[in-house]
């Protein structure tokens, strides 16, 4: 994540096993705590329920893709736009991997979703370690931000937030030891997880910017590692481009369906001044929506003051992406940055008092927020 190389992890040179086991004892743990979620406000709670009843949202749409793979047209329903919706603005690579598991085991996508999400989620918090250079504190909280804290929800059910984390993760680590063609190949898989990974290019671009600096555009051709990692990391997009034209006739299918849900390109700042200044309570809590956008591309200044640049560049475009279709679903679009999420565990981890009140109150958050998605609250969605 940072443009000095990264170190073997001391983990690995010195074999010290809490720093696998924490992580795995915070997962269980966020798996009952959410269950005791589900149970508090349900009379007869079981297992399944608590599957059922967390597969919401975008949960159908990937539910939908596993069961019967893309639509070659759209359906004539439209959430207020002027077209047709369709499942073709959810890209592939996630509900790609809980079909290939159902191929192996006789469950439904939802509780596949449900086993599966949580250990690639676990998987992005062991991975993370190399980011934090022995800062254990930091590292154990990211850990708890990431599986039993305020959105570990998003990371444990049939959304593909988990595999984005666990894939962004190693493409900083590959990146931060320059290692530019893992960092690509990593980069294509996340191209192909969501609409933001093709991103990361300019991540991978930024790292080379700084390792040449001046003699960037001469050094560049005699660099084939860097070349190659540039021109594999949009191939997970272009790959899902060609399914679509196969499918649909239309590359950009995934773009042109968002009319569906009445999207249009706005001003992604006046898009924040807009969703601050409406009332609260309308536009599923726009407020606090902007709130959360603005605090995301804090934690990106905060990146490049430790200049971190890479990682802040590319988690300023993802939010800025995404904040030209409004402020709708930037909770969970600021929680999935994985940097974000670190840098921000790294601030709260300096004071020890700090660190004890963010676990506890990322505990507590797990809680009330699983009731509240439980619910079906539309800031949360």
């Given at each position: 994540?940072?443009?000095?190389?990264?170190?073997?992890p001391?983990f690995i040179?010195s074999n010290?096993?809490?720093?696998?086991v924490?992580?795995?004892?915070l997962?269980i743990?966020?798996?009952?705590l959410?269950?005791?979620?589900?149970a508090?406000?349900?009379?007869?709670?079981s297992?399944?329920g608590f599957v059922?009843?967390?597969?919401?949202?975008?949960?159908?749409?990937f539910?939908?893709?596993?069961t019967?793979?893309?639509q070659a047209y759209?359906?004539?329903?439209?959430?207020?736009g002027?077209?047709?919706?369709?499942?073709?603005?959810?890209f592939?690579?996630?509900?790609?991997?809980?079909?290939?598991i159902g191929?192996?085991v006789?469950?439904?996508?939802?509780?596949?979703?449900?086993v599966v999400?949580?250990l690639l989620?676990?998987?992005?918090?062991?991975a993370?370690?190399p980011?934090?250079?022995?800062d254990r504190r930091?590292y154990?909280?990211?850990a708890?931000f990431l599986?039993?804290?305020p959105?570990?929800?998003?990371?444990?059910?049939?959304y593909?937030?988990s595999?984005?984390l666990?894939l962004?993760?190693p493409?900083?680590?590959?990146l931060?030891?320059?290692?530019?063609?893992?960092?690509?190949a990593t980069g294509a898989l996340l191209?192909?997880?969501r609409t933001?990974?093709?991103?990361?290019?300019?991540?991978?671009?930024a790292?080379a910017?700084?390792?040449?600096?001046k003699?960037?555009i001469?050094?560049l051709?005699?660099?084939?590692d860097?070349?190659?990692?540039?021109?594999?990391?949009p191939l997970?997009?272009?790959?899902?481009m060609v399914?679509?034209?196969?499918?649909?006739?239309?590359?950009?299918?995934f773009?042109?369906i968002?009319?569906?849900?009445?999207r249009e390109i706005v001003?992604?700042?006046t898009?924040l001044?807009?969703a601050?200044?409406?009332p609260?309570?309308?536009?599923?809590?726009a407020?606090?929506?902007?709130?959360?956008?603005v605090?995301?591309?804090?934690?990106?200044?905060?990146l490049?003051w430790?200049r971190q640049?890479p990682a802040a560049?590319?988690c300023?475009?993802?939010l800025?992406l995404a904040?030209?279709?409004?402020?709708?679903s930037m909770?969970?679009f600021v929680?999935?940055l994985?940097p974000?999420?670190?840098?921000?565990?790294?601030?709260l981890?300096?004071?020890r008092w700090?660190?004890?009140l963010s676990?506890?109150?990322?505990i507590?958050?797990d809680f009330?927020w699983t009731?509240g998605?439980l619910?079906?609250?539309?800031?949360?969605?």
């Amino acid at each position: 994540m940072t443009s000095d190389a990264i170190a073997t992890p001391a983990f690995i040179q010195s074999n010290r096993w809490p720093i696998f086991v924490v992580p795995a004892v915070l997962a269980i743990a966020g798996e009952l705590l959410r269950y005791l979620a589900y149970a508090s406000i349900n009379a007869q709670p079981s297992p399944q329920g608590f599957v059922d009843a967390m597969c919401v949202w975008d949960c159908y749409w990937f539910r939908d893709i596993v069961t019967h793979g893309y639509q070659a047209y759209p359906e004539t329903l439209n959430f207020g736009g002027p077209a047709g919706i369709a499942n073709w603005a959810f890209f592939p690579l996630y509900p790609l991997l809980i079909a290939a598991i159902g191929k192996l085991v006789a469950a439904s996508p939802a509780a596949i979703g449900a086993v599966v999400s949580p250990l690639l989620t676990l998987g992005a918090a062991l991975a993370s370690w190399p980011l934090f250079r022995g800062d254990r504190r930091a590292y154990y909280l990211f850990a708890v931000f990431l599986l039993i804290g305020p959105f570990s929800f998003y990371f444990s059910i049939l959304y593909s937030e988990s595999l984005f984390l666990l894939l962004t993760v190693p493409a900083f680590v590959a990146l931060g030891r320059r290692n530019y063609i893992a960092a690509g190949a990593t980069g294509a898989l996340l191209a192909a997880t969501r609409t933001v990974g093709v991103l990361f290019v300019f991540a991978i671009l930024a790292e080379a910017i700084i390792e040449l600096r001046k003699r960037f555009i001469g050094e560049l051709p005699r660099r084939p590692d860097i070349v190659l990692g540039l021109l594999l990391a949009p191939l997970g997009l272009f790959a899902f481009m060609v399914w679509l034209y196969l499918v649909t006739g239309d590359a950009l299918a995934f773009a042109h369906i968002q009319r569906a849900w009445d999207r249009e390109i706005v001003n992604p700042a006046t898009a924040l001044w807009a969703a601050l200044t409406s009332p609260a309570g309308q536009t599923r809590d726009a407020p606090l929506l902007a709130v959360s956008s603005v605090a995301g591309l804090l934690l990106c200044g905060v990146l490049a003051w430790k200049r971190q640049f890479p990682a802040a560049l590319f988690c300023a475009l993802c939010l800025v992406l995404a904040l030209t279709n409004g402020v709708e679903s930037m909770l969970r679009f600021v929680a999935a940055l994985a940097p974000l999420g670190i840098v921000l565990c790294q601030l709260l981890a300096r004071w020890r008092w700090l660190f004890w009140l963010s676990l506890i109150v990322f505990i507590a958050l797990d809680f009330e927020w699983t009731i509240g998605w439980l619910h079906q609250q539309g800031a949360l969605m």
